[in-house]
């Protein structure tokens, strides 16, 4: 699809940005786990503890990064953030190549590395969505965030078997220093575009913000269980069945995220985020109900397609409907509390499915997540109105 000239010209310098942040996300995101474990000798619990801290992390800074999107402006959220991801890169270098295995500051090392990580990602990736806001507009943010969630979800998807490869053929510091390279080039693209006016003056209450986003951010979390329904626990599921093409049936939910946000990102805008997110979530329902329910693969894969259809744009309608209750001097905050409700969601869905598989087995996480998008949908018809927008 061929974006209209202005549209692709104030996103693409963005898409750029997410693009090579996530991939100091991305590169490191498997291969860390190896490295830490079989390298370094840490056990399970110690390498969860590492990896997860970049999530907390994320969560906890989500709301600061839209402070300082709001008072500082955009740019400066951007400008902040690469580098901490940067940082992190160095870090992880130095821990692993200049530290012997065993060494008492490793793990203090590894940890602040990934807190850098996960308060780096928050600031760029909150602060490149209000600066595409800023730059297209209000009326535009739903086409913003789907633009961004692809460049994010493609980095994330090169960026993990990318960095496996280059741990098998140079090593771990491999990985890392390019993690740390990809955020500095993505610092030559944010120095060179001109920064939107900061939005905001005063710094609003954590509370209150979320007072106004919680439904549409609930909604988002909500549907956001069946994602992590099915890329956590598919091949699973495959397996206990005795199926083959796992793969496969990721893959076609991959292209059907994907192609419905390269042709319809403009709909939440135009014809509204709760509309399209009731019409979404429909399909997603159909397609969690489908992989619950399959008899064989085939079905199997046609309820992977219909989830990856529908999920597409739950991210960027819902996100239309969160940043359109507040007022402008709030949208900066307003992102980052949204986004973070995706964070949580990711965070809380893996271990909550866990038990649902071990209550009800491995066919379980989808029907969990169908009760989750019901109860999305009735959020959905509640949400309030919006604010009138300027």
């Known amino acids: ?56 992390v994320t969560v906890l800074t989500r709301h600061l990064a839209g402070t300082v999107c709001d008072r500082r402006g955009p740019k400066r959220s951007v400008l902040t953030g690469l580098p901490l991801a ?34 780096g990602e928050s600031f760029f990736l909150t602060g490149t969505m209000s600066w595409g806001i800023g730059r297209l507009g209000p009326a535009r943010t739903g086409k913003v965030m789907a633009w961004q969630g692809i460049a994010m979800y493609a980095a994330l998807g090169i960026g993990a078997p990318l960095g496996l490869w280059l741990m098998r053929h140079a090593g771990f510091g491999a990985v890392v220093g390019l993690a740390a390279i990809c955020p500095v080039l993505a610092c030559g693209i944010a120095l060179a575009l001109r920064g939107t006016p900061a939005t905001g003056g005063q710094r609003v209450p954590f509370y209150r913000v979320i007072g106004l986003i919680w439904r549409p951010g609930t909604v988002l979390a909500l549907s956001s269980l069946s994602f992590t329904a099915l890329t956590a626990f598919l091949a699973l599921h ?46 997603q329902l159909a397609g969690q109900l489908l992989l619950w329910l399959a008899p064989g693969p085939a079905v199997a894969l046609v309820g992977a397609l219909l989830s990856g259809l529908g999920f597409s744009l739950i991210f960027p309608a819902m996100g239309v409907e969160a940043t359109r209750r507040v007022p402008p001097s709030q949208r900066g905050q307003a992102v980052g509390n949204f986004v973070a409700f995706f964070d949580i969601a990711l965070g809380l869905g893996g271990p909550l499915l866990g038990l649902v598989v071990a209550m009800g087995g491995s066919g379980a996480p989808f029907l969990a997540g169908a009760l989750a998008i019901l109860l999305s949908m009735l959020m959905v018809r509640r949400l309030p109105p919006a604010l009138p927008q300027r």
């Open 1 to 56: 699809m061929t974006l209209p000239q202005t549209t692709r010209a104030a996103l693409s310098p963005l898409v750029g940005i997410v693009f090579l942040g996530f991939l100091s996300v991305g590169l490191p995101l498997a291969a860390l786990a190896l490295q830490l474990h079989d390298e370094m000798g840490f056990d399970p619990f110690w390498v969860g503890i590492v990896i997860g801290a970049q999530s907390v």
């Open 86 to 119: 940067a940082l992190a890169g160095v870090l992880m270098l130095l821990a692993t190549t200049s530290l012997p295995a065993g060494h008492g500051l490793i793990l203090p090392a590894m940890l602040v590395a990934r807190a850098f990580l996960g308060a």
């Open 238 to 283: 495959y397996q206990v069945r005795g199926w083959a093409g796992a793969g496969t049936a990721m893959m076609v939910f991959v292209a059907g995220y994907v192609l419905v946000r390269l042709f319809f990102a403009h709909w939440p805008d135009t014809k509204g985020g709760a509309k399209v997110a009731m019409a979404s979530l429909a399909v």
